[in-house]
C-alpha cells in the first residue's frame, strides 16, 4: 500500500524559505516519478516541481525556477522541496504525488497523492 505523507509547512514571511518534505512508503522510489503540486484557495491544483530517474532529472513551473528546489534521498524514501524567496502567491497547500515510471511514461496520471502541508506566506 503505497503512502505519501508531507510535512514541515508551516508560516513563514516573505523573501523567507522553508523546505518541505515527503515520506514515501509502499513504493521503491527509483522506479517512480515523483512531484510536487499545489493548491491556492479558491485555483486549480498547479504543478510546481517533479524529479525523476532517480533524483537525475528535475523540472520546474516557470514560476518557481530559480527559487524552489527539489531532491530525493532514494534511500531514506523522501523527496524534499527547498523553497527559497518565498512571495505571498506561494501560499497553498503543497502535495507530493509518485507516479509509476513506465505509468508516466505513456501519458499516465500520478497514481498516488498525498495529504498536503499548508505553507503560508505573510507579506
Known amino acids: 500500500q503505497v503512502q505519501l505523507v508531507e510535512s514541515g509547512g508551516g508560516l513563514v514571511q516573505g523573501g523567507g524559505s522553508l523546505r518541505i518534505s515527503c515520506a514515501a512508503s509502499?513504493?521503491?522510489?527509483?522506479?517512480?516519478?515523483m512531484a510536487w503540486y499545489r493548491q491556492a484557495p479558491g485555483k486549480e491544483r498547479e504543478f510546481v516541481a517533479t524529479?525523476?530517474?532517480?533524483?537525475?532529472?528535475?523540472s520546474y513551473a516557470d514560476f518557481v525556477k530559480g527559487r524552489f528546489t527539489m531532491s530525493s534521498d532514494n534511500a531514506k524514501n523522501m523527496v524534499y522541496l527547498q523553497m527559497n524567496s518565498l512571495k505571498p502567491e506561494d501560499t497553498a497547500v503543497y502535495y507530493c504525488?509518485?507516479?509509476?515510471?513506465?505509468?508516466?511514461?505513456?501519458?499516465?496520471?500520478?497514481?498516488?497523492w498525498g495529504q498536503g502541508t499548508q505553507v503560508t506566506v505573510s507579506s
Open positions: 509502499g513504493l521503491t522510489l527509483s522506479t517512480y516519478d
Open positions: 504525488a509518485a507516479g509509476l515510471r513506465s505509468h508516466v511514461l505513456a501519458g499516465g496520471k500520478y497514481q498516488y
Open positions: 524529479i525523476v530517474w532517480s533524483g537525475i532529472r528535475t
